[in-house]
């Protein structure tokens, strides 16, 4: 029966494999959260609640948003939908996903591909609900005399080395949220009492959603 469906048109297709992968996925990393300031050019990592580290990124140089077709960086809450790159050097260099086999040191000269690791967001927001089919992602670049400004097309950099440590820290499910304002001004401590169970409300809301597949 599956693939009868899968023969009525390449849009089909594309939905029910992305589908099929992410509900395939036995662990969700429901313990981790990603909060990236654009104020701050900055990116923490909260585990259970407790900050366990930062580093420096570069988001849209063209501004914020989620209109498709433009260079924005959206806002709002994602989720990591797909990591691509396991075992890839640093400064593997990646064409549609894809290594080329070529590897670029940091800051070299005339080159501005996506290096090291690529990590696919999802939005669960309406604010971002174009994310994935924009290709937001969270990756490496050569261009790491950039960073610590907004510089990118849209998607969030880091430098190779800060990109594979993020990598192997947080896994698919993870909370990616990009906010306006300061990291400095955002609480971070653990929810509790009533906060506690709506949180966990909408994080099992938020694995369904993401477990159904990217709407592309």
């Given at each position: 029966m599956i693939p009868n469906?899968?023969?009525r048109s390449p849009?089909?297709?594309v939905v029910s494999l992305s589908a099929l992968f992410l509900s395939s996925c036995a662990q969700v990393d429901i313990h981790n959260k990603v909060l990236v300031s654009v104020r701050d050019q900055k990116m923490m990592i909260v585990k259970e609640g407790v900050p366990v580290k930062s580093?420096?990124?570069?988001?849209?140089?063209?501004?914020?948003?989620?209109?498709p077709g433009s260079k924005y960086t959206p806002l709002g809450t994602m989720r990591i939908a797909r990591k691509i790159g396991d075992g890839a050097p640093s400064g593997a260099v990646f064409k549609s996903r894809r290594r080329t086999g070529e590897v670029l040191r940091p800051n070299s000269p005339g080159r501005d591909?996506?290096?090291?690791?690529i990590i696919w967001l999802k939005g669960m927001e309406y604010k971002n609900r174009n994310a994935y089919r924009r290709y937001i992602y969270i990756h490496g670049t050569p261009e790491e005399w950039s960073i610590g400004r907004p510089a990118s097309y849209g998607c969030i950099r880091m430098r190779s080395r800060d990109i594979i440590d993020l990598y192997r820290r947080v896994g698919v499910g993870a909370e990616v949220k990009v906010i306006r304002g300061s990291l400095f001004r955002t609480p971070v401590a653990p929810p509790q009492g009533e906060y506690a169970r709506q949180e966990t409300d909408r994080v099992r809301q938020d694995?369904?959603?993401l477990r159904a597949g990217p709407s592309i």
């Open positions: 469906l899968l023969n849009l089909f297709t580093y420096s990124v570069s988001t849209s140089k063209f501004g914020l948003g989620d209109r591909p996506i290096v090291s690791r694995r369904k959603q």
